[in-house]
């Protein structure tokens, strides 16, 4: 699956800060340098794991509705 993805395998992934360091729910992020395709994969799973692909755009809007509190009960 991950080998699919040009240049995934050498992507800089970004911990959440939300992550912590003893085994609980972590999320990694890979931002391509270009744009293009931002990845997100469960840290647990390993290099090998699934992911998910969104287009830059609208990884950009998530994240700014996610700062904003838009998905807050």
Same mark, same amino acid.
């Given at each position: 699956?991950?080998?699919?993805?040009?240049?995934?395998?050498?992507?800089?992934?970004?911990?959440?800060?939300?992550?912590?360091?003893?085994?609980?729910?972590?999320?990694?992020?890979? *931002?391509?340098?270009?744009?293009? *395709?931002?990845?997100?994969?469960?840290?647990?799973?390993?290099?090998?794991?699934? *992911?998910?692909? #969104?287009?830059?755009?609208?990884?950009?809007? #998530?994240?700014?509705?996610?700062?904003?509190?838009?998905?807050?009960?």
């Amino acid at each position: 699956m991950i080998d699919s993805l040009p240049g995934l395998n050498t992507s800089r992934w970004l911990k959440s800060s939300y992550s912590n360091g003893d085994g609980g729910d972590c999320v990694e992020v890979a *931002v391509p340098a270009q744009g293009g *395709v931002v990845t997100v994969r469960d840290t647990k799973a390993g290099p090998r794991g699934h *992911v998910l692909t #969104f287009p830059a755009p609208q990884w950009e809007r #998530f994240m700014a509705t996610v700062r904003r509190g838009g998905f807050e009960g």
